[in-house]
């Protein structure tokens, strides 16, 4: 097991929904492409692989990210990632895109 600093923290879709209107985490969507234009949750960025480095860059590393992708799997090791470029706060959102869709459907934005 690794120590705390490495550790990706999980936090559920209704955690997030009540952090979303106070603008402290920044969430960021790993879907591809057409996925995250057919729908994501407010606010979310698109990250990928184009435009990981410059996001890393240009992030504020003590700013909490939350990390989405379909169903809270892989968002985890996108989670480990940034944690591993200085990110002091990095959560992987349990369910996923999937659930959210499915608890706050009025909270997407195409």
């Not at 923290?9 to 879907?31: C, F, N, P, W, Y």
């Not at 240009?58 to 470029?85: K, M």
């Not at 369910?95 to 459907?105: E, R, S």
Request: glycine fraction near 4%.
């Amino acid at each position: 097991m690794s120590d705390n600093s490495t550790s990706v923290q999980h936090m559920s879709v209704s955690e997030l929904h009540d952090l979303l209107a106070t603008g402290s985490h920044k969430v960021v969507d790993i879907r591809d492409a057409a996925s995250f234009a057919n729908g994501h949750i407010k606010q979310a960025s698109h990250l990928t692989n184009d435009n990981i480095v410059d996001f890393v860059r240009e992030a504020d590393l003590d700013q909490p990210v939350v990390v989405c992708c379909y169903h809270g799997i892989s968002s985890i090791q996108a989670a480990q990632y940034l944690l591993s470029q200085d990110f002091t706060e990095v959560y992987s959102l349990d369910g996923g895109f999937t659930q959210w869709q499915t608890q706050y459907p009025e909270n997407i934005e195409r």
